[in-house]
T-cell receptor, first 111, second 115 residues
Framework: SQQGEEDPQALSIQEGENATMNCSYK?????LQWYRQNSGRGLVHLIL?????REKHSGRLRVTLDTSKKSSSLLITASRAADTASYFC???????????FGKGNQVVVIP | KAGVTQTPRYLIKTRGQQVTLSCSPI?????VSWYQQTPGQGLQFLFE???????NKGNFPGRFSGRQFSNSRSEMNVSTLELGDSALYLC??????????????FGPGTRLTVL
């Protein structure tokens, strides 16, 4: 089954810096979604990028998708302390809502 | 619109007991999915319901079951609890109809502890 997989790293950055996370997957997808989770709480949807899109922006977030390499990246610009969280990518196959999540990237933004 | 709500938020049970978790989707959403999150296995898909029918099922034993009501509210049940069932259980709703996929909106989760 397909699986979103982030680069398994913890990022520690200073406030104002940019943070980049990567995600790879194995099979064909309909879309790829990024979520944020604070301290074991629910997941907050950040952005969805469809398989026919290459780049998408939402506020300080920029997501890219390279279907030929089966990879995606999430860039958070001008980070804030409130961005401290775990970030997950999740892939959705064609034809159903079954999301496959990566293991998540923990980001710590130091004020 | 109100978001996805889950009750209870916290639950402590002992091995062998059973538990029922509840999820109310965003108004108008007919698809409800359940996920289990543990430190070891991460986020894993349990099942999805759409219009009161189970549409997809993950690789979990039969002790895990669910259902959806006509108002789209969903419940999941875990019988004969094991220590390994301790986890955060997340519910997500989506407006996806038919076999399309769309954004899933998650609730705050129910943290289940099995002693």
């Amino acid at each position: 089954s397909q699986q979103g997989e982030e680069d398994p790293q913890a990022l520690s950055i200073q406030e104002g810096e940019n943070a980049t996370m990567n995600c790879s997957y194995k099979t064909s997808i309909n879309n790829l979604q990024w979520y944020r989770q604070n301290s074991g709480r629910g997941l907050v949807h950040l952005i969805l990028i469809r398989s026919n899109e290459r780049e998408k922006h939402s506020g300080r977030l920029r997501v890219t998708l390279d279907t030929s390499k089966k990879s995606s990246s999430l860039l958070i610009t001008a980070s804030r302390a409130a961005d401290t969280a775990s970030y997950f990518c999740a892939t959705a196959p064609y034809g159903n809502n079954r999301l496959a999540f990566g293991k998540g990237n923990q980001v710590v933004v130091i004020p | 619109k109100a978001g996805v709500t889950q009750t209870p938020r916290y639950l402590i049970k002992t091995r062998g007991q059973q538990v029922t978790l509840s999820c109310s989707p965003i108004s108008g959403h007919r698809s409800v999915s359940w996920y289990q999150q543990t430190p070891g296995q991460g986020l894993q898909f349990l099942f999805e319901y759409f219009s009161e029918t189970q549409r997809n099922k993950g690789n979990f034993p039969g002790r895990f079951s669910g259902r959806q009501f006509s108002n789209s509210r969903s419940e999941m049940n875990v019988s004969t609890l094991e220590l390994g069932d301790s986890a955060l259980y997340l519910c997500a709703s989506s407006s996806s109809s038919g076999m399309s996929t769309d954004t899933q909106y998650f609730g705050p989760g129910t943290r289940l502890t099995v002693l």
